[in-house]
């Protein structure tokens, strides 16, 4: 409820139940693949780059010689996001039409990086509901989903979950270091 934008990638009505519970519900749900949604929307920006970019890693064998490259410059960003080369790179590689999975991650990275993301997540924004796009956790949404479309139709679920688990476990620590920084 605290993030229109991530209602209007999905179907599923909003709930007053705890972002993670909700998210399991999802993947439970009729359409689990808005389990992935919510993640991408839930995550911090920089963090949904970095969920974003090891969901395809896992999917490395589905993916072409660009998409690794991609991901590699989304790697070094996500690792020194001040870093005058690597946003140099990642500029060059968002300029990259976002067609496949990687494409779409590394453009979510630069627009997280432009500030075009808003750097906040579910239930932390800084802008009125009305004007928060979120173009990065669009983004990350949309690579994430264009790279489980690859996966084997016998194999997509299990994958599927176990993204949105590795999703819900950077949210819980992101949760912990929130509260640890509040001290």
């Keep these: 409820m605290a993030c229109p934008a991530a209602a209007r990638d999905m179907q599923t009505l909003p709930t007053d139940q705890r972002s993670i519970d909700f998210c399991r519900d999802l993947l439970a749900g009729r359409v689990p693949e808005e389990a992935i949604t919510f993640c991408a929307y839930l995550l911090p920006d920089r963090a ?3 969920w974003a970019h090891e969901c395809l890693g896992h999917l ?5 010689e660009t998409d690794q490259k991609l991901l590699a410059l989304v790697s070094n960003w996500v690792s020194e996001p001040s870093s005058a080369h690597h946003r140099a790179a990642l500029g060059q590689a968002a300029a990259v039409p976002p067609t496949t999975p990687g494409a779409w991650i590394a453009l979510a990275a630069r627009w997280r990086d432009n500030g075009l993301g808003t750097g906040g997540s579910v239930g932390r924004t800084t802008l009125p509901p009305a004007l928060q796009p979120l173009p990065a956790a669009h983004a990350v949404n949309a ?3 264009a790279g489980l479309a690859r ?3 016998a194999d997509r679920f299990a994958v599927l979950s176990a993204f949105v688990e590795m999703g819900l476990q950077m949210a ?3 949760a912990l270091r929130q509260s640890a ?3």
Excluded: F, M
């Excluded at 490395?60 to 072409?64: F, N």
């Design 48 to 50: 949904a780059v970095w």
């Design 60 to 64: 490395s064998e589905l993916l072409d």
């Design 143 to 145: 690579g994430v989903l």
């Design 151 to 153: 996966v084997a139709l």
């Design 172 to 174: 819980e620590i992101e």
């Design 181 to 183: 920084d509040a001290y």
